[in-house]
T-cell receptor
Framework: GAGVSQSPSNKVTEKGKDVELRCDPI?????LYWYRQSLGQGLEFLIY????????KSGLPSDRFSAERTGGSVSTLTIQRTQQEDSAVYLC??????????FGPGTRLTVL | TQLLEQSPQFLSIQEGENLTVYCNSS?????LQWYRQEPGEGPVLLVT?????EVKKLKRLTFQFGDARKDSSLHITAAQPGDTGLYLC?????????????FGKGTHLIIQP
Protein backbone atom coordinates (compact mmCIF):
# COMPACT_ATOMS: atom_id res chain seq x y z
CA GLY A 1 0.00 0.00 0.00
CA ALA A 2 1.00 3.62 -0.40
CA GLY A 3 0.34 4.72 3.17
CA VAL A 4 1.18 3.76 6.72
CA SER A 5 -0.82 0.75 7.86
CA GLN A 6 -1.50 -0.46 11.37
CA SER A 7 -2.97 -3.64 12.77
CA PRO A 8 -5.19 -4.52 14.40
CA SER A 9 -7.53 -1.57 13.95
CA ASN A 10 -9.23 -2.43 17.23
CA LYS A 11 -8.05 -4.47 20.18
CA VAL A 12 -10.02 -5.32 23.30
CA THR A 13 -8.09 -7.04 26.04
CA GLU A 14 -8.38 -7.85 29.70
CA LYS A 15 -6.35 -6.11 32.36
CA GLY A 16 -3.06 -7.89 32.90
CA LYS A 17 -2.76 -9.34 29.40
CA ASP A 18 0.02 -8.45 26.96
CA VAL A 19 -0.73 -6.88 23.57
CA GLU A 20 1.27 -6.31 20.40
CA LEU A 21 0.49 -3.53 17.95
CA ARG A 22 1.99 -3.52 14.48
CA CYS A 23 3.00 -0.68 12.16
CA ASP A 24 4.00 -0.94 8.50
CA PRO A 25 5.57 2.40 7.50
CA ILE A 26 5.85 3.84 4.03
CA UNK A 27 8.57 2.00 2.17
CA UNK A 28 11.91 3.80 2.34
CA UNK A 29 11.02 6.12 5.21
CA UNK A 30 13.87 6.15 7.68
CA UNK A 31 11.96 7.60 10.62
CA LEU A 32 9.15 5.86 12.49
CA TYR A 33 7.20 7.26 15.43
CA TRP A 34 4.70 5.92 17.92
CA TYR A 35 2.22 8.26 19.61
CA ARG A 36 -0.72 7.72 21.93
CA GLN A 37 -3.95 9.73 21.73
CA SER A 38 -6.42 9.68 24.58
CA LEU A 39 -9.87 11.23 24.50
CA GLY A 40 -9.63 14.97 24.91
CA GLN A 41 -5.85 14.93 24.98
CA GLY A 42 -3.19 15.83 22.47
CA LEU A 43 -0.86 13.30 20.95
CA GLU A 44 1.61 11.89 23.47
CA PHE A 45 5.02 10.93 22.10
CA LEU A 46 6.11 7.37 22.92
CA ILE A 47 9.16 6.34 20.87
CA TYR A 48 11.10 7.37 17.75
CA UNK A 49 13.27 5.27 15.43
CA UNK A 50 15.62 6.92 12.93
CA UNK A 51 17.58 4.72 10.59
CA UNK A 52 20.08 2.52 12.37
CA UNK A 53 20.43 4.85 15.36
CA UNK A 54 19.41 3.79 18.85
CA UNK A 55 15.71 4.58 19.33
CA UNK A 56 14.59 7.55 21.41
CA LYS A 57 12.53 5.87 24.13
CA SER A 58 12.12 8.96 26.29
CA GLY A 59 8.33 9.01 25.90
CA LEU A 60 7.56 5.47 27.02
CA PRO A 61 5.41 5.85 30.15
CA SER A 62 6.66 2.75 31.98
CA ASP A 63 8.82 -0.32 31.57
CA ARG A 64 5.71 -2.24 30.54
CA PHE A 65 6.02 -0.54 27.16
CA SER A 66 8.60 -1.56 24.58
CA ALA A 67 9.00 -1.32 20.83
CA GLU A 68 11.24 -2.69 18.16
CA ARG A 69 11.76 -2.06 14.49
CA THR A 70 13.01 -4.94 12.44
CA GLY A 71 15.10 -4.41 9.33
CA GLY A 72 14.42 -0.70 9.38
CA SER A 73 10.83 -1.32 8.36
CA VAL A 74 8.01 -2.91 10.35
CA SER A 75 7.64 -1.92 13.99
CA THR A 76 5.90 -3.61 16.89
CA LEU A 77 4.79 -1.84 20.06
CA THR A 78 4.35 -4.24 22.98
CA ILE A 79 2.47 -3.44 26.16
CA GLN A 80 2.88 -5.97 28.95
CA ARG A 81 0.44 -6.47 31.82
CA THR A 82 -2.01 -3.94 30.38
CA GLN A 83 -3.80 -1.52 32.67
CA GLN A 84 -7.06 0.35 32.11
CA GLU A 85 -5.16 3.63 31.79
CA ASP A 86 -3.42 2.16 28.72
CA SER A 87 -6.70 2.44 26.80
CA ALA A 88 -6.14 4.88 23.95
CA VAL A 89 -5.60 5.11 20.21
CA TYR A 90 -2.02 4.20 19.35
CA LEU A 91 -0.79 6.01 16.24
CA CYS A 92 2.24 5.21 14.13
CA UNK A 93 3.81 7.65 11.68
CA UNK A 94 6.73 7.63 9.28
CA UNK A 95 8.79 10.20 7.43
CA UNK A 96 12.31 10.96 6.23
CA UNK A 97 12.96 13.56 8.90
CA UNK A 98 12.34 14.55 12.49
CA UNK A 99 8.71 15.55 12.03
CA UNK A 100 6.03 12.85 11.61
CA UNK A 101 4.54 13.37 8.18
CA UNK A 102 2.32 10.40 7.42
CA PHE A 103 0.24 8.78 10.13
CA GLY A 104 -1.51 5.44 10.05
CA PRO A 105 -5.18 5.09 11.02
CA GLY A 106 -4.25 3.92 14.52
CA THR A 107 -5.09 0.99 16.74
CA ARG A 108 -7.85 1.59 19.27
CA LEU A 109 -6.89 -0.30 22.42
CA THR A 110 -9.50 -0.97 25.09
CA VAL A 111 -8.41 -2.58 28.35
CA LEU A 112 -11.32 -3.97 30.35
CA THR B 1 7.57 21.36 29.84
CA GLN B 2 6.39 23.16 26.73
CA LEU B 3 2.64 23.63 26.37
CA LEU B 4 0.59 24.56 23.33
CA GLU B 5 -2.85 25.99 23.94
CA GLN B 6 -5.31 25.80 21.08
CA SER B 7 -8.44 27.90 20.88
CA PRO B 8 -11.27 27.58 20.49
CA GLN B 9 -11.63 23.94 21.54
CA PHE B 10 -14.86 23.61 19.56
CA LEU B 11 -16.20 25.66 16.66
CA SER B 12 -19.34 25.08 14.63
CA ILE B 13 -20.11 27.47 11.77
CA GLN B 14 -22.11 27.60 8.57
CA GLU B 15 -20.69 26.82 5.15
CA GLY B 16 -19.23 29.91 3.51
CA GLU B 17 -18.15 31.65 6.72
CA ASN B 18 -14.57 32.53 7.59
CA LEU B 19 -12.82 31.37 10.75
CA THR B 20 -9.52 31.56 12.59
CA VAL B 21 -8.10 29.11 15.10
CA TYR B 22 -5.15 29.83 17.32
CA CYS B 23 -2.19 28.01 18.75
CA ASN B 24 -0.34 29.78 21.58
CA SER B 25 2.61 29.09 23.81
CA SER B 26 5.04 30.88 26.10
CA UNK B 27 7.85 28.83 24.53
CA UNK B 28 9.79 29.48 21.35
CA UNK B 29 9.63 26.80 18.69
CA UNK B 30 12.03 26.12 15.84
CA UNK B 31 9.12 25.07 13.66
CA LEU B 32 5.40 24.60 13.94
CA GLN B 33 3.23 22.04 12.20
CA TRP B 34 -0.52 21.98 11.55
CA TYR B 35 -2.37 18.69 11.07
CA ARG B 36 -6.00 17.80 10.31
CA GLN B 37 -7.49 14.62 11.69
CA GLU B 38 -10.79 13.05 10.69
CA PRO B 39 -12.65 10.48 12.83
CA GLY B 40 -11.04 7.05 12.69
CA GLU B 41 -8.01 8.33 10.82
CA GLY B 42 -4.54 9.49 11.72
CA PRO B 43 -3.55 13.16 11.48
CA VAL B 44 -2.55 14.52 8.07
CA LEU B 45 0.26 17.05 7.92
CA LEU B 46 -0.98 20.27 6.29
CA VAL B 47 1.97 22.62 6.65
CA THR B 48 5.23 23.37 8.43
CA UNK B 49 6.26 26.94 9.22
CA UNK B 50 9.78 27.72 10.36
CA UNK B 51 10.44 31.47 10.09
CA UNK B 52 8.99 34.09 12.43
CA UNK B 53 6.29 36.02 10.59
CA GLU B 54 6.05 33.40 7.86
CA VAL B 55 2.72 33.07 6.04
CA LYS B 56 1.82 30.02 3.99
CA LYS B 57 -1.29 29.50 1.92
CA LEU B 58 -2.87 26.19 1.01
CA LYS B 59 -5.91 26.95 -1.17
CA ARG B 60 -8.45 28.49 1.24
CA LEU B 61 -6.23 27.91 4.30
CA THR B 62 -3.74 30.54 5.48
CA PHE B 63 -1.18 29.67 8.13
CA GLN B 64 0.85 32.27 10.00
CA PHE B 65 3.79 31.83 12.39
CA GLY B 66 4.16 34.57 14.97
CA ASP B 67 7.12 36.93 14.78
CA ALA B 68 8.50 35.54 18.04
CA ARG B 69 7.84 31.93 16.95
CA LYS B 70 5.63 31.33 20.00
CA ASP B 71 2.26 31.23 18.34
CA SER B 72 0.48 30.46 15.11
CA SER B 73 -2.89 30.87 13.50
CA LEU B 74 -4.89 29.07 10.87
CA HIS B 75 -7.44 31.05 8.89
CA ILE B 76 -10.00 29.36 6.65
CA THR B 77 -11.84 31.40 4.05
CA ALA B 78 -15.29 30.36 2.86
CA ALA B 79 -15.33 27.17 4.91
CA GLN B 80 -16.67 24.01 3.29
CA PRO B 81 -18.14 20.88 4.93
CA GLY B 82 -15.01 19.03 3.82
CA ASP B 83 -12.99 21.23 6.18
CA THR B 84 -14.66 19.52 9.13
CA GLY B 85 -12.18 17.80 11.41
CA LEU B 86 -9.82 18.10 14.36
CA TYR B 87 -7.05 20.62 13.72
CA LEU B 88 -3.86 20.01 15.68
CA CYS B 89 -0.83 22.21 15.99
CA UNK B 90 2.55 20.83 17.04
CA UNK B 91 5.68 22.75 17.88
CA UNK B 92 9.23 21.47 17.59
CA UNK B 93 11.82 22.65 20.08
CA UNK B 94 15.28 23.80 19.10
CA UNK B 95 16.61 20.28 19.41
CA UNK B 96 14.31 19.21 16.66
CA UNK B 97 13.98 15.65 17.84
CA UNK B 98 10.72 13.74 17.76
CA UNK B 99 10.54 13.90 21.54
CA UNK B 100 10.62 17.66 21.22
CA UNK B 101 7.39 17.83 19.23
CA UNK B 102 4.63 19.14 21.48
CA PHE B 103 1.05 18.73 20.32
CA GLY B 104 -1.87 20.89 21.33
CA LYS B 105 -5.19 19.28 22.22
CA GLY B 106 -6.76 20.47 19.01
CA THR B 107 -9.71 22.47 17.72
CA HIS B 108 -12.78 20.48 16.74
CA LEU B 109 -14.23 22.22 13.68
CA ILE B 110 -17.67 21.47 12.25
CA ILE B 111 -18.82 23.14 9.05
CA GLN B 112 -22.55 22.82 8.61
CA PRO B 113 -23.95 22.78 5.07
Amino acid sequence: GAGVSQSPSNKVTEKGKDVELRCDPISGHTALYWYRQSLGQGLEFLIYFQGNSAPDKSGLPSDRFSAERTGGSVSTLTIQRTQQEDSAVYLCASSFGRVPQYFGPGTRLTVL
Amino acid sequence: TQLLEQSPQFLSIQEGENLTVYCNSSSVFSSLQWYRQEPGEGPVLLVTVVTGGEVKKLKRLTFQFGDARKDSSLHITAAQPGDTGLYLCAGADSGGGADGLTFGKGTHLIIQP
